[in-house]
């Protein structure tokens, strides 16, 4: 099974698996500024793309899904700003953006794939541009395993290629960028629920925090990284210099 049946499903007639990303997103929204010009690579449901539009960003999008991308434009007022394609072969120009944004996505990526789209993330950023995103922290990837009842090809349920802890995500980010921030945090969603779920989210945080529970459940690790400009540092030595520390944990 192609990860692109995959992405296909879930952002069509699996985008209700979508709804509890709301509080990662907007998140990831507060992190955009307005005026920016920034790139989302990976649609989803596209609330990214409404909550950028709605803060004045002048938000693109990028997804292999045709069928998403028409969705996108026909909810939202993106017209050929929404383009279909990949990740490792982007269809843009370079230093074009302010901020390239990945929002679960690298994980779905073999090792190959994923050097060749942070190799064209750095060339379409622009100097000093921001990358930021989210992976799932800490993931045990054999939990999510099912097999196919025609062929019995073994695959993850979400197409999930690779599991990262920070330090991981910070020695594949750092060949490419300059880190700023690269953290645990834990997403869950409080202003529109009861505090029923609002209960259920503390006691999932807790019971992650010490390892009784599922791990994962609401827990990323969130990365904003630079495009060292041709006068700086890049990598571990622009880290060096920053004084900027790659956490362990966050809130």
């Known amino acids: 099974m192609s990860q692109d049946a995959i992405w296909d499903h879930f952002q069509n007639e699996g985008v ?15 992190m955009l500024r307005q005026g920016e010009r920034a790139l989302n690579i ?9 909550l ?21 434009r026909e909810r939202l007022p993106v017209a050929d700003r929404a383009r279909v394609g990949y990740s490792q072969d982007p ?21 190959t794939t994923r ?9 379409i950023l622009r100097p000093g541009g921001r990358f930021i995103g989210t992976v799932p922290a800490r993931e045990r990837l054999d939990v999510s395993e099912v097999v196919c009842p025609n062929c019995t090809h073994r695959f993850h349920r979400w197409g999930h290629e690779s599991s990262f802890d920070v330090r991981s995500m910070s020695d594949l980010l750092g060949r490419h960028f300059s880190p700023v921030t690269i953290e645990e945090r834990f997403f869950n969603e409080w202003e529109s629920v009861g505090w029923g779920r609002r209960f259920a989210g503390l006691v999932k945080k807790f019971l992650s925090w010490r390892g009784l529970g599922p ?23 622009a880290v060096e210099q920053s004084g900027h520390e790659l956490a362990p944990g966050g809130q």
């Open 215 to 237: 791990y994962g459940v609401a827990r990323n690790i969130y990365f904003c990284v630079r495009k060292a400009d041709n006068r700086g540092p890049s990598g571990a030595e």
């Open 52 to 72: 950028a539009i709605g803060k004045g960003v002048e938000i693109w999008s990028l997804d292999p899904s045709q069928r998403a991308i028409d969705r996108l």
């Open 42 to 50: 990976g649609v989803g449901s596209g609330a990214l793309e409404e």
């Open 91 to 111: 269809p843009f120009p370079a230093d074009q953006f302010d901020v390239v944004v990945m929002t679960e996505v690298l994980e779905h990526l073999d090792e």
């Open 115 to 123: 050097d060749a789209t942070l190799e064209q993330v750095r060339r």
């Open 16 to 30: 209700v698996n979508f709804d509890g990303a709301r509080p990662r997103l907007e998140f990831i929204s507060r």
